[in-house]
Each structure stands twice: as structure tokens, then as C-alpha cells.
């Protein structure tokens, strides 16, 4: 008998009788937050990640432009803003290995948690988000949904091979509780509320 | 006077006060507000040096001594301070997510059902799993123990000529020897996870389910990687350990022949994996060497997209008081160029399926809430149980491994229960703890001292009258034994701790004298 085999006929053997149904999950969404866009700022900024305010000239892009001003390798896989690395270009994960900046596009977004969503295809290369030294996320504040229930409807858990909800930089507090941004991933995390060229929140 | 310390809430609910650290220099801040996301605690402690102390004591399949290794900890009052204290935050930032969340207790409600759901179907859920992994592309292994698993991956890494392995935490790894095997056919594995990058370099077993370094100070840790990794053995600032083991680290992963993860949850409706870090090194292990290997315990099986929204919802609000981990990772099929194999573990777990008053632990989905609350796990240390899992969830699974070696461990508890309230998926830890004693007794796996004593109090427990005059005897003896009497070696719970001051008066006494007359 297969180990395959094996295992089946010990849980058929040893399954519990009791009748156990499954009970469907509710959206508990009934007490929305007044707006989706400053609840999503608390939960990322309690979660270390940076939140990059429309300057006031109306430049969308003039915080992104200057946290990349002094960057030597800047990795962008959106229109909205040119990096000096091809990611189309891209052979091997490891040729990332000294990128300053990534600059993606989310998906979409959490107000509940505060999390951005990063798909293969948002990536191009999966890696890029964890070999960069730091990422810089745009958003269309039209894809901020109410929580982690009405996120796991979305199809990109459905269809795509990756998908990975970030939440602030990489951290850790493993030694004595001291909190650390950058264990072996970003050092950090900006999300930039940008809408999609074409997207319905642009008119 | 009493000799206990003030109760938590007196203090703002630090235990160790002395711990409280004069400045706040390592802290991160963010528009005025202290983060204490992640592990990070919610205050700024500071303990002093102290040699380590080591855990139990392992002599083959003799019985672990808990006791003993406990003792030893406790004897080190700094790291049992800074254990106890940490873990207590932890607990009380679990505590201030669920008062954030008004449909708390249906969340934990529902999430039982579910898991009780998918336990008692387990075989239909795995095969929808195995059969959505495969139409993804990803190969699916199946091993009956944890010899099976070792031997599944070590074959899929000769497939690729791979001498090196990038790997994130896994308790599953840790219950099957993976790294001692590893290193035995001469593949290098490297852990990408800080805490447990710092336990294998120290050649530790993790003490804790999600903070595996939790037992060690930052002086142990600055010593740990002045001989591992050439360090300043003198220079124990966090920042610059963890900037070190980041850069010690960063080549390792570049170079590595392949990755491997563990898995959180695995959802049958989609064939996907999830795993669940705050440093992103799983998706480190898994994107950047093109082979990645999933190594995965059958029951973390959950039918739908919609159960794991409940159970991301849970787990690391129940773990570390964080809304959620700063990396939420969905694996459903290979990446381009890539190559994805899942190992599906039994190892025990089918067989516990057919205990009837233990198969529920089985719901557990490794949060580690039991351990950050437990009075005994918070004072001994995890290292003291001398096994892969620890705290009050090590007490009910550990013996269903190795129910001799393991004896002594359902005994680590007081019975307060405050590891079932905690526990995300309703699990009934201490009345399963209670059961194992029973069960150890009728397999003659406990000690006569301990037997004796058990068998007394169950024959003065079953007969009341006995009983009301035992404790007013005990009560009246207490007061005026000498303390030889109480604190000597046959009374483990004089061990360590003063015996509260009895009462003057029973309460059933009190009732006959108050109430005792009225309807």
C-alpha cells in the first residue's frame, strides 16, 4: 500500500463520528469605517509602513521622486514612474540582489490591517519585494476594501499562482522584544495613494 | 504583610517592574506613536547579564524531568524575568487586539467549528487539496512519519544536484529532525528566520512555537554570533545584532539551491498554501531558488477562502497582538521557471484523529497564546519540557508521540484554565491535560510518589464529608506547621513559591454559620 494509501485508510479508521456541519463566514461588515482611505493610513502606520500625503502642490509623485533622488538602482514595474532597471530584463531572482528601490502597483488593499496586496503579476519577478532594500507601493484609494472577509472574495486568490498580502517592512523583535524594521527583507514600506490611469476615481 | 507581588493592573500591567528600562533609545516611533507591531514589546525592558540556562535534560526515552530544568531557570532570575515579563505583554496585546473586535468570540466560535468540520472529513478535504495542487502545476509527496518526509526531500533535492537549502520556521521540521538529518547527508540548511537562525547557531531547539529565541537575552544572543558569525562580543546592541545576522544572511540566500517553507493554513478549494512571517524570509525561500518545497501537517487543512480570512483574522492578534504578520504569503502553484513540491505529513496526527477526548487538539493552529499565558510555561522556560512542542498545547500533544518519555509534562500545569479562554479555536487544553494524567496513571507511566498522592486526593475528592474535614484539618495545619514540613522535597508546589496563607475559616464552614439555615 502507498503511504498515500496508508494515510487515507488510518483517518477513515480513526475520522470522528460526530456530526460536525460547516458554518458559513459572515463579512462582518456591518459598521464600516467613515473612510476606507484614513482607516487604511492608521492600520499601515501602526503596522510600520509609511504613508506618503499628496504634497500640497498637487505632484503626486513629488515624495516617491525624492525618496529615490540619491537611490543607484531603482526597479519599477509601473508606467507612472521610471526606474533604471529593467525588470523585463530580469534572467535570475539574484540578479535583484542590489536594488534600492522597487516601485509596484498593488492590487488592491486592506483598510482593516492595513495591507497592500502584491500578485505575481503586480511583481513581475516575486522577488523584488524582498531583495529590494526598500519598496515603495502605489494605490488607487478606489481598491481599499473593508476587511480581510471581503479581500479573500477577490479572484486573485483564485486564478494567480502568487499572491502576498504585505503589511508594513519586513520586521522582527526576536531578540529581547526590541523592534526592528528590515530582518532580512525591506527595510521599508511607503504606500503612495495614486489612482490607476483610467481608473473611475481619476474623473 | 503579603509576600505576592502587586497584581498587574496596580502596576500598568508590567509583573517586573525593575525591568522597566530608564530610556527608550531602541524604540521606533511613527507620528509620536510607539510601535510595538511584530513581536515588539509594548514597553521598554531591560534586563542585566546573566549566563543562560540551559534546558532539560535529555537521557534517551527516560522521562523528561521538567521540574529540574524549570528549577534552573527560575534559578537565573534575570532570564526568567525578562521571559516572563515579555511573554506577559505578549498576552496583554492579544488581549487589546480582541477588545478591538466586537465579533471576537464568534470568531473563535466559528473558527473551531470549522476546524472540528474539516477534522472529522479530513480525508474528502485533503484529496480536493491534492487534486486542486496538482491542476496548479505542483507536485504532491505523501509521508507517513517523519522519517518518510526527510526521505521525500532529501530525494527531490538530489533531483536537482541541491547541496544547500534556504528554509523558513517550521514546527513540522522541527518534529521530524529535519535539520540533524540534513546535515547527516551533507546538505547545509540555513534558517532565514532571526529567532531560529540564532537556535541553530546556538544548537538549540526553538522554546517557543513563534518566537524561538524568546528564553535568550541580548547578551546571549551578542555571544551566540560573536562565535558564529564574528560579532563584537562586547557589543550587545539589538540593532546592530540583527543588521549583522541581515548581512551574514543575505549571501547565504543569493547562493542556495533551494527553498523550503512550512504552511499556516492549506485551503482544499484552491490547492494553495499559506504561510504567515513578520520578516518576509519565506518569501525569500520561496522566490528566490527556483525549487521550493512545502513541508505541511495534514490537519492545517481549511475548506475555503472564506475559513481563512477567520483564521488570518485570528492567528497573529491571538500570537503576538498584531493585527496580522507583515507578510501574508498565498502559494497556488509554481512560479514561471520555477519548480513547487508539497510533502503532506501524517506522522501521528491520524492516529490522534481516533483518541476521543484528545483528537481537538488537532485544531490547534500554532499560535503559541496557550504558552504566552501559562504561569508555569511564563517561569520555566520552553526548553524546560525537553520537546518539540512546549507550553500548555506541548502537555496534550507531546505524550501522543512518546507517552513514556513525555510523562512527566501533563503534570507542568496548574489547571487555571486561562490556556483554553486564550486558545483562538476553542480548544479544551486544560480539561485535555487533566485526561492525559488520567491516562498516564492507567498506562503506569507515573511516578509513585506523585500516584500515591493522586490516588489519596481522589478518595478524599469522591467523598464529601471526608473532604470538608480533610481541608478544615489542612487549613488548621497549615497555619501552624513548621516550614520544613510544607517546603520540603515531596511537595513540588513549595517549590519555588510561598504557600498562600490559609484561611481562617473554611468556606463551607462559612456558609453553615451565615447561610446555612436559610432556604
Known amino acids: ?203 | 504583610m503579603s509576600t505576592q507581588p502587586e497584581p498587574a493592573h496596580v502596576t500598568g500591567g508590567t509583573l517586573h517592574p525593575e525591568l522597566l528600562a530608564g530610556d527608550d533609545r531602541d524604540a521606533i516611533y511613527r507620528n509620536g506613536k510607539r510601535l510595538d507591531h511584530a513581536e515588539g514589546t509594548s514597553k521598554p525592558l531591560r534586563a542585566e547579564p546573566e549566563q543562560q540556562p540551559r534546558g532539560a535534560k535529555v537521557h534517551g526515552n527516560r522521562p523528561i524531568d521538567q521540574a529540574e530544568a524549570a528549577a534552573r531557570f527560575i534559578a537565573a532570575p534575570e532570564h526568567e524575568k525578562m521571559h516572563d515579563e515579555r511573554l506577559w505583554d505578549l498576552r496583554q496585546k492579544r488581549d487589546r487586539e480582541m477588545h478591538g473586535i466586537p465579533e471576537w468570540e464568534e470568531l473563535r466560535s466559528l473558527a473551531s467549528a470549522i476546524k472540528e468540520h474539516t477534522l472529522t472529513h479530513l480525508d474528502e478535504y485533503l484529496g480536493q487539496f491534492e487534486a486542486n495542487a496538482q491542476a496548479n502545476g505542483i507536485h504532491v509527496h505523501w509521508a507517513r512519519d517523519a522519517a518518510e518526509h526527510n526521505h521525500i526531500v532529501h530525494g527531490i533535492l538530489n533531483d536537482h544536484g541541491a547541496k544547500s537549502l534556504i528554509k523558513s520556521k517550521s514546527m513540522l521540521t522541527e518534529e521530524c529532525g529535519f535539520r540533524h538529518y540534513m546535515a547527516s547527508v551533507g546538505i547545509e540548511v540555513i534558517e532565514t528566520d532571526l529567532g531560529e537562525r540564532i537556535q541553530q547557531l546556538d544548537n538549540e531547539n526553538p522554546s517557543h512555537v513563534v518566537v524561538p529565541a524568546v528564553h535568550k537575552l541580548r547578551t546571549d544572543v551578542a555571544q551566540v554570533f560573536a562565535k558564529t558569525i564574528g560579532t563584537d562580543p562586547d557589543n550587545s546592541d539589538v540593532h546592530y545584532l540583527a543588521e549583522a545576522e541581515r548581512e551574514s544572511n543575505r549571501p547565504l540566500i543569493l547562493a542556495a539551491d533551494a527553498g523550503m517553507t512550512g504552511c499556516n493554513f492549506a485551503v482544499a478549494e484552491t490547492g494553495s498554501v499559506v504561510v504567515c512571517t513578520n520578516e518576509g524570509n519565506a518569501d525569500l525561500s520561496a522566490n528566490v531558488p527556483k525549487l521550493h518545497i512545502v513541508s505541511v501537517g495534514i490537519e492545517k487543512i481549511i475548506p475555503r477562502l472564506d475559513d481563512l480570512a477567520l483564521f488570518v483574522r485570528l492567528l497573529s492578534r491571538s500570537a503576538l497582538g498584531s493585527p496580522i504578520t507583515q507578510y501574508t504569503s498565498h502559494f497556488r502553484g509554481p512560479r514561471q521557471g520555477g519548480e513547487m513540491h508539497i510533502v503532506l505529513v501524517d506522522n501521528g496526527r491520524s492516529a490522534r484523529l481516533g483518541l476521543g477526548e484528545f483528537w481537538t487538539s488537532l485544531k490547534c493552529i500554532r499560535c503559541g497564546a496557550c504558552m504566552n499565558t501559562c504561569p508555569v510555561y511564563r517561569r520555566s522556560g520552553g526548553l524546560s519540557y525537553g520537546a518539540t512542542y512546549s507550553g500548555p498545547i506541548g502537555l496534550i500533544i507531546d505524550p501522543t508521540f512518546n507517552a513514556h518519555k513525555y510523562s512527566n509534562l501533563p503534570f507542568a500545569s496548574t489547571l487555571n484554565g486561562s490556556c483554553s479562554n486564550v486558545c483562538p479555536v476553542k480548544i479544551n487544553i486544560h480539561e485535555q491535560i487533566y485526561a492525559w494524567r488520567r491516562e498516564l496513571v492507567k498506562r503506569h507511566e507515573v511516578p509513585f510518589v506523585k500516584k500515591a498522592a493522586m490516588k489519596a486526593a481522589g478518595e478524599l475528592l469522591s467523598r464529601p464529608a471526608a473532604y470538608r474535614a480533610a481541608i478544615g484539618a489542612a487549613d488548621v495545619a497549615l497555619a501552624h506547621l513548621p516550614r520544613f514540613v510544607i517546603y520540603n522535597g515531596l511537595n513540588a508546589w513549595g517549590k519555588h513559591r510561598e504557600v498562600p496563607h490559609p484561611p481562617k475559616q473554611t468556606f463551607h464552614g462559612w456558609y453553615q454559620a451565615n447561610r446555612g439555615g436559610k432556604p
Not at chain 1, 503626486?60 to 514612474?81: F, G, Y
Not at chain 1, 486564478?159 to 523592534?179: K, M, Q, R, W
Request: negative net charge; proline residues 8%.
Open chain 1, 1 to 203: 500500500m502507498s503511504s498515500r494509501d496508508e494515510i487515507f485508510a488510518s483517518i477513515r479508521a480513526n475520522r470522528p463520528q460526530a456530526e460536525r456541519p460547516l458554518p458559513e463566514v459572515p463579512l462582518f461588515d456591518g459598521n464600516p469605517p467613515a473612510s476606507l482611505l484614513s482607516a487604511f493610513k492608521e492600520s499601515l502606520e501602526r503596522m510600520g509602513g509609511l504613508f506618503l500625503d499628496p504634497p500640497a502642490s498637487g505632484d503626486i509623485l513629488a515624495p516617491v521622486r525624492a525618496k529615490i533622488a540619491n537611490a543607484k538602482v531603482v526597479c519599477s514595474t509601473v508606467p507612472e514612474i521610471a526606474g533604471n532597471r529593467d525588470i523585463g530584463r530580469v534572467e535570475r531572482p539574484q540578479e535583484l540582489a542590489d536594488v534600492d528601490f522597487a516601485i509596484v502597483r498593488a492590487s488592491f488593499a486592506v483598510a482593516e490591517t492595513g495591507s497592500v496586496l502584491l500578485s505575481q503579476e503586480d511583481l513581475r519577478v516575486n522577488a523584488v519585494a524582498y531583495l529590494a532594500q526598500h519598496l515603495i507601493v502605489l494605490l488607487d484609494p478606489a481598491d481599499i476594501l473593508i476587511n480581510l472577509h471581503h479581500a479573500y472574495r477577490r479572484p486573485e486568490f483564485r486564478n494567480g499562482h502568487y499572491a502576498c498580502f504585505h503589511t508594513g517592512p519586513s520586521a522582527t523583535a526576536d531578540i529581547e522584544g526590541v523592534l526592528i524594521h528590515g530582518a532580512q527583507g525591506v527595510r521599508s514600506l511607503s504606500v503612495l495613494p495614486m489612482p490607476k490611469a483610467g481608473s473611475p476615481s481619476t474623473h
